[in-house]
């Protein structure tokens, strides 16, 4: 029923039925037949256990413990449920969806999903994301500047930042000379059938529509359909063997792969195995991404943002980074992890120079809702 | 007690109650949605409604009947390279197994103690460019054959092996119970009519065998032509099958009513082959 609901409407809905936004409020916006609320609350009252979703590998380890959220439980006496259930933006957003789309709560507190996939924005659109409670969160003064206007979300009001990484280029220095750009990589026949491309939208196209001296924030018709062709001059000729998402690292491991786009976490893992992979910006520009922490409608709010508060500490945040290895969020995390791990530290693929970060694009984030884009790209990749 | 004595015409039906309540509500409740479903119209973002759009269909058949040939090909390819794998094999174990009979079937089961998952990507690793496989091939100048571009991997051939060997079992099994409980001396009798023994074979045991080859055929090629995992691992773009499609409409553009109706026409097309198929072997082999 809530798929007919715009935002807009649910929160007039939301408003009339109560004038603040309360529970009722929110169960009279949806007709009142839901469990969806059970958990979801503005009251300042911590829940005992607070259930968090995420990716696999995206927080400190040691052992079977993860010892920030042991600290978390500590300080705040709240259990954390954390699941790494999260594989890829497509397939979370269809296991959540059902329950979402008829108003029933996910088992979700937290989750996490990328922003150059079109699921934020969607959650939010549609009514789905739990406003954060701010007044918990006073530490979101630490959030990097870059990141605190991204136009799906102008003022992080539903979403803050987990973690983010850049694409560029990988490629193993022992197969072939540097490959540092989007031209070589698509041109050069000497890596005929060795060159992976990315399936996801945002990142493949970012990184050719810079190339083609377009630019990837603004995606018009006509910008959209050179990238295209781009790429699928590219696909035709054979050069490039197979469009991937996290499966290309065992790719470029084998030696199947010989350059490839690439993340920028995945590589420093994959050095630490290979230490011939290299990975660079393309000349003319990679993208940034980020992944973000929602709450899911249904998700308990105060819990939720306590938590979000704790992450944006920035000791914390430098536990949480001396294992993760991508791109922090917080400011002073990088001081605080001069402390602990110093290598960490001054690693340029987790704390980039200011000169990289000038060099990376943030993707459109209309153009990944739309469906006449989308449509086009899931029939260029599954040909 | 009393009841069923007075109503025992009802006993089939009661007896049979479970298996249809378990049918319609975990086949045919969901088969009735998706057929809601694919007929439905709108986005994402506004929400689907259900108009009669019937166009969806047209759609689908319009602009992915590359892949729907391309499924059916595979499978259809896949599943003779099952059956001629898998018939020596299952003849073999029946008549010459002897004791050995409960290991050498374990053997063929063996591999579906790993997870499907696991077992694609064995042959990622098989198949690699630089590994055992390609290099024997291109010794024996067939690379260029079987491969293209110099590799096996991402072609057409990977996902056809792929397939092929992650439904052999379902071949190899009913055929190894048709010609199990096939009576040796049948084939004596044969023999003792002057029949040569491959004049016995084709006469005898191969007939005899047929409602197994028409089971593991129908076992095979139904679930393959629905796959996706194989062309997904195993395949470059240029060979997505159907499933391929289905799924990317389903989870990155979330367009459930096309999703939907391919499932449909896709569920089609297979009836259309198997009533073939049933027609040209005769539909009494599938009861033996």
Redesign the interface.
Known sequence: MT??LTRRELLQRAAAGSAVLTLPGLLAACGGTSKAGAGSTTSHKLAKTLHFSNWTLYIDKKGNRHPSLDQFQKQFGVHVDYTEDINDN??F??KI?PALSSGQSTGRDLIVMTDNSRYPS?LI??GWAEKLDKSAIPNIKNLIPQQQHPNWDPNRDYSLPWQSGMTGIGYNEQLTEPVLSMGELLGNKKL???VGLLSE?ADTLALVMAANGDDPSKVTDQTFNRAIATIKKA?NS?Q????YGN?YS??LA???LVATMAWSGDIVQLQADNKHLKWNLPDTGGDIWTDNMLIPKGGNVYTASVYMNFVYEPKIAAEIEDYVNYICPVTGAKQALEKIDPSVANNTLIFPTKKMLDNVHIIDATAL?N?KY??AW?????? | MGFLHRHRGLTPYLLLAPGMLWLSIFFLVPLGFLAYQSLQSG???????FTWAWGNYWDAIR?YR??FERSILYAGIATVLALVLSYPVAYWIAFRGGRWKNLLLLFIVAPFFVTYLIRTLAW??IL???GLVVRTLDHLHLLGVLGS???V??TATAVVAGITYNFLPFMALPLYVSLEQIDQSLIEAAQDLYASKWKAFLRVTLPLSLPGVVAGTLLTFIPAAGDFINAQ?L????N?MIG??IE????????YPAAASMSFVLMATILAAVLIYARAVGTEKLTG
């Not at chain 1, 490039?240 to 469009?243: I, S, W």
């Not at chain 2, 395949?235 to 240029?238: A, I, R």
């Open positions: 798929d007919q497509a397939s957003f269809s969806q969607l659109k549609k005929k059938g060795k939208f696909v054979g490039v063997r197979q469009f499966d065992g790719a084998k030696g199947d809702n469906e989308q449509t899931q029939n260029l990749i599954s040909a | 986005s994402i973002d506004f929400g689907y409604a602009s590359g892949q990622e690793t690699s460019d630089n571009n110099g590799r991997l991402s691992l395949g470059s773009p240029k997505h391929n499609v990317s409409k389903y989870k990155e553009l979330l367009d």
